[in-house]
């Protein structure tokens, strides 16, 4: 069966980076793109962008242009999501999701704390 | 980048009810949009994509339809289980975005 299952839980401090990764297996993993999707607590859902699991390609919403990085190892068959300069805004739980535009299959979340 | 507005954001019903919910784009998206259904803790499940397919496994209740800027959600008639959080997202080009979420509760 399809299955995203993501890194856990991090505690950074204001201006450091995180990286969260998201394993994926039950499918062909170059056949499908992934999307990674934040919400900040009561807040709704936002997506910062998408990586083409088949060529590498990448999709940045405008807001994290230049402070975001999304690779793939297909070795792994693991996507991964890397966010740099961070402040507590970016308290969140992060979600990466399967899919090419609509997203059918999501991982359970990682929650990343920005705190001093 | 295109803009997604739903609305109501929250919509009070009881079990039984018909329930629309309704989502409208900024630009012309012709029918590339999804609606997931998201309960507290939990990652979102698809419940629709290109505007009204069912995705396999949700209960024909649900339904969509829509095309170019105006969309709808709709449940026939609201079961316990249907209370949570919906999102529309539109996947036109290649910058996407979700709705702000319409929240289903108890009346």
């Known amino acids: 069966q399809v299955q995203l299952v993501q890194s856990g839980a991090e505690v950074e401090k204001p201006g450091a980076s995180v990286k969260v990764s998201c394993k994926a297996s039950g499918y062909t993993f170059g056949s499908y793109g992934v999307s990674w999707v934040r919400q900040a607590p009561g807040q709704g859902l936002e997506w910062m962008g998408w990586?083409?699991?088949?060529?590498?390609?990448?999709n940045y919403a405008q807001k994290f242009q230049g402070r975001v990085t999304m690779t793939t190892d297909t070795s792994t068959t693991t996507a991964y999501m890397e966010l740099r300069s961070l402040t507590s805004d970016d308290t969140a739980v992060y979600y990466c999701a399967r899919g090419n535009g609509h997203h059918d299959y999501w991982g359970q979340g990682t929650l990343v704390t920005v705190s001093s | 980048d295109i803009q997604m507005t739903q609305s109501p954001s929250t919509l009070s019903a009881s079990v039984g009810d018909r329930v629309t919910i309704t989502c409208r784009a900024s630009?012309?998206?012709?029918?590339?949009l999804a609606w997931y259904q998201q309960k507290p803790g939990k990652a979102p499940k698809l419940l629709i994509h290109?505007?009204?397919r069912l995705e396999s496994g949700v209960p024909s209740r649900f339904s969509g339809s829509g095309s170019g800027t105006e969309f709808t959600l709709t449940i026939s008639s609201l079961q316990p289980d249907d209370f949570a959080t919906y999102y529309c997202?539109?996947?036109?080009?290649?910058?996407?975005?979700f709705g702000q979420g319409t929240k289903v509760e108890v009346k």
């Open positions: 990586i083409s699991a088949y060529n590498g390609n990448t």
């Open positions: 630009q012309y998206i012709s029918a590339w």
């Open positions: 290109q505007a009204s």
């Open positions: 997202q539109h996947y036109n080009g290649y910058l996407w975005t």
